[in-house]
């Protein structure tokens, strides 16, 4: 059973960092390409960031510059560290696993940010 789980959320200041985690289980991890996405109230689910099995990243404009994806195959974890957090940046962020890139197979349960103005 693949499971999925985030953490590192909570509630931060504008201007603070965050460094979410998402801890990956019931899968051979290094096959997957892995992602990040957020869902802010009222919105659309949307693209935050995602790291290939060669490490190749990409990011959504909105945080380009100012966050990085990662990911440590010996511990089956991605990271996304967020810098210079914008009261913008609260939504739900989801980690997702993709064995074809793009095409993401399997969802965490998602960990609430909160960027206080």
């Known amino acids: 059973q693949v499971q999925l789980v985030e953490s590192g959320g909570g509630l931060v200041q504008a201007g603070g960092s965050l460094r979410l985690s998402c801890a990956a289980s019931?899968?051979?991890?290094?096959?997957?390409?892995m992602g990040w996405f957020r869902q802010a109230p009222g919105k659309e689910r949307e693209f935050v960031a995602a790291?290939?099995?060669?490490?190749?990243?990409a990011y959504a404009d909105s945080v380009k510059g100012r966050s990085t994806i990662s990911r440590d195959n010996a511990k089956n974890t991605v990271y996304l560290q967020i810098d210079s957090l914008k009261p913008e940046d609260t939504a739900v962020y989801y980690c997702?696993?993709?064995?074809?890139?793009?095409?993401?197979?399997?969802w965490g349960q998602g960990t609430q940010v909160t960027v206080s103005s």
């Open positions: 997702a696993a993709a064995q074809v890139p793009n095409n993401y197979d399997y």
């Open positions: 790291i290939s099995r060669s490490t190749n990243t």
């Open positions: 019931g899968l051979t991890f290094s096959w997957y390409s």
